[in-house]
């Protein structure tokens, strides 16, 4: 006989596990920061992306730390998905070990580790930690969103919350990827006139949206569920709307080909989505 999946895990369950995962993703931070990115070996995976030394480190740890926290709670990790991947329900962790690869070996700060809670295909709450930064942007829908500064004792913790729409006549800000570009993204800037670029890696973007510091942040263009989930609570968290080009909201884990996010759009201020 087949066990019952896990019920669905609610707001005041994601309360109670946000400092130990938080926990978990500052020592994945930390094992990052301590490969030698001028020794360390780079291979290709099949999609022909980048993976190091650093990336399977901080997975080890996640895997391992998930397992004492949230043993009953099934997890998902760019680093260990089958081809085979059956689609994932009620909750589950999505988990990028490090996002931001290409931005980590080329010698850059603005890489990431990802991990979200996912229920019923919808981020509930997301943890992004820049290490190399200082930074963690972390939030639970529906409770918040707050900026952890990390230093030798206690982190600083403020709260974060996007900012309005910019009035009309006054220019906006969108965050662009550093090393993904393609053509739909650029179109949809240039119908936009005034924008302002903010040039960043990773899910830093996600986080820039989530304080304020940017207004939008689209991405027409295919990328993994694990890029996009952690931001995506922590947008939603912070008082911003994520929907795909058509105002459509997101689905996680239910079995989309290669758990691929066609497109999405990050918007500070939901009025502004379309």
């Not at 758990?259 to 989505?273: M, N, S």
């Amino acid at each position: 006989m087949n066990e019952a999946p896990p019920p669905a895990l609610d707001c005041d369950t994601a309360a109670a596990l946000i400092e130990p995962l938080t926990d978990i993703v500052i020592r994945a931070g930390a094992a990052i920061l301590a490969v030698n990115r001028s020794a360390m070996k780079v291979d290709g995976k099949t999609d022909g992306s980048p993976v190091t030394e650093a990336d399977l480190a901080a997975d080890r740890i996640i895997a391992e730390g998930l397992a004492q926290v949230a043993p009953d709670i099934p997890s998902l990790s760019e680093e260990r998905v089958q081809p085979d991947a059956q689609p994932l329900k009620e909750s589950f962790f999505l988990v990028d070990p490090l996002d931001g690869t290409k931005e980590f070996v080329a010698g850059r700060n603005e890489f990431t580790v990802n991990l979200a809670l996912v229920t019923n295909g919808t981020p509930l709450l997301g943890i992004i930690c820049a290490p190399a930064l200082g930074l963690i942007w972390r939030g639970i829908v529906g409770r918040g969103a707050e900026r952890l500064t990390l230093g030798n004792g206690k982190p600083l913790i403020e709260p974060v919350r996007t900012r309005p729409c910019r009035p009309p006549g006054q220019p906006w800000t969108v965050a662009v990827s550093r090393s993904h570009g393609d053509a739909r993204t650029e179109a949809f800037i240039a119908a936009r006139p005034g924008a302002v670029r903010c040039e960043l890696g990773s899910a830093v973007k996600f986080g820039r949206v989530a304080e304020g510091a940017v207004d939008i942040y689209p991405r027409l263009s295919p990328t993994s569920e694990w890029d996009v989930a952690a931001g995506h609570a922590v947008v939603a968290a912070a008082g911003g709307r994520i929907t795909d080009s058509s105002g459509a909201a997101l689905v996680f884990g239910t079995g989309r080909k290669d758990f691929i996010v066609p497109e999405f759009i990050a918007w500070g201020d939901p009025k502004a989505a379309v």
